[in-house]
């Protein structure tokens, strides 16, 4: 069984663009999820959203930065809960940016799911979000 989700994009961006879309609370609400990130280790912050009707998840997710590497690497928990509460999803999401000759590569790594139907799930999420991200950075002058 695959542990973790990989996924690599390639933004016609600078890096610094992607950057503050992955650390501005406001640009990350607009494709990940409303929080109140701020790209310090050691900061506790949320994710929230509303879980999907089949959804397995509460709508929470609550995290840690846990490295900061301005403009290249970018690292926090990810811990969330099923919706009756009876399990506990604790995981680690690393982003790293590369910059290229022709904008970012941006490579997601989301490690540490013990069980098939969460890779599954958050591949998909990651997926969607990404794609979303993707299409505001591209409108970007």
């Given at each position: ?16 663009e ?14 990940l ?39 290249s ?5 990810w811990?969330?809960t ?12 690393i ?9 970012t590569?941006?490579h ?9 139907e969460?890779?599954?799930?958050h ?19």
């Open positions: 069984m695959e542990k973790e989700v990989n996924r690599t994009w390639l933004f016609h961006r600078p890096p610094e992607v950057w503050e879309y992955l650390t501005n609370p406001e640009l990350l609400e607009l494709w999820m409303k929080s109140d990130f701020q790209p310090v280790p050691g900061h506790k912050f949320h994710f929230v959203y509303l879980p999907k009707i089949d959804s397995n998840y509460n709508g929470a997710v609550n995290c840690e930065v846990l490295e900061v590497n301005p403009v690497k970018l690292s926090y928990s811990e969330t099923t919706r009756n509460g009876s399990r506990k999803l604790n995981s680690i999401v982003w790293t940016l590369a910059a290229k000759e022709n904008g590569e941006l997601l790594r989301h490690t540490g799911f013990t069980l098939s969460d890779v599954s799930a591949s998909t999420g990651w997926n969607t979000c990404l794609k979303r991200a993707e299409e505001l950075l591209n409108t970007v002058k």
